[in-house]
């Protein structure tokens, strides 16, 4: 397995600079959402990939009576070119009536969706009513093939795009007694107050840091209506520096270390190394001497056990200013991955590790 030790900082490339972030970047604004969309369809025009579930057809029995008025049972509906999926599609807050939203169709017992098409589904939202209805060709992005004694698949082939037209809209609203509310993707105090500050500059006294996560903006007494969204856009485009706390997280199942930019080191020494214990098993062959009337040839096993022990040098890390030295500094010591894990996790015991330590 390859290790990689991954090091986000811009000081490693260009060197210290001011991270200064544009406010639609780092923020949503609030009531600005989507709301899930979730229905149960039929997809026929399989070949011979569905199935042939009592759930399938019922549900296809009482699609031909309702639309068709044909009164079948359930048990004259056999065929695997029908199946049973889940249709879900994310309503966004923007969307109007007759305009369409990618929907996610996905198979309940089917084997394959290839070359399906999807019946008019009605998708329902958390309160009951329909927002939008899919249907259609479906889009896999994979393909499968079988023989009697093989198959060959590529990607996800139970699982397919369509397109759903909304029927009935929901339309966001983010303008609240003259106010709106920006909230942080990332809370942090020191970027919620700096967000604050930016406005306040351009709008006087309009803006103020709620907590960590949201800023309230009331928008100027003469700004008409249909003035909302350049305001809007004005203060989105402005741009804060953005803070973040010193946080190292590593993933000791991949081998993956994450240093973030705020990360220091106090001044520390180390000693790191390694033991290897290795043990092998081995058969010899025991022979009589030669013209010797007793005894017989038979044969031992022998275990040979060989110790390896690596390392052992003191390191002195002085407290390192920047995450670009901490890397050099670490690097200097010649670990493995795994191993600078083990030295992150120590450090953190010591209390030498001015951060916090994530460990997946």
Known sequence: MRFMLVILSIAMLIGPVVRAERIKDITDIEGERGNLLQGIGLVVGLSGTGDDSELTRRMFANFLRRTEGLALEPDDLTSKNVAAVMVEAVLTPYARCDTEIPATVSATGA?????????????????????????????????????????????????????????KEELATYV??????????????????????????????????????????????????????????????????????????????????????????SNVAIVHGSLSIITQEKDYVSQPLPFSRAGTTAKTERTDIKTIEEGGEIHVLPRQPSVSELARALNAIGRTPRGIISIFQELKAANALQAELKIM
């Open 111 to 167: 084997s394959s969706l290839q070359g399906g098409i999807l019946l008019m589904t009605p998708l329902k939202g958390a309160d009951g009513r329909v927002y939008a209805v899919a249907g259609g060709a479906l889009t896999i992005g994979g393909f499968g093939a079988s023989g009697s004694k093989s198959t060959i698949t590529k990607n996800h082939i139970t699982v397919g795009q369509t397109t759903a037209i909304v029927e």
């Open 176 to 265: 609240k007694g003259g106010r709106i509310g920006l909230l942080l993707k990332n809370p942090d105090f020191a970027t919620a107050e700096n967000i604050a500050q930016a406005i306040n500059e351009l709008y006087p006294s309009s803006s103020s840091a709620v907590d960590a996560g949201k800023i309230r903006v009331t928008l100027p007494k003469k700004l008409a209506r249909e003035q909302v969204n350049a305001f809007i856009s004005t203060i989105g485009s402005l741009q804060v520096q953005v803070d973040s706390p010193a946080v190292v997280v590593v993933n000791e199942k991949t081998g993956t270390i994450i240093i973030g930019q705020n990360v220091r080191i």
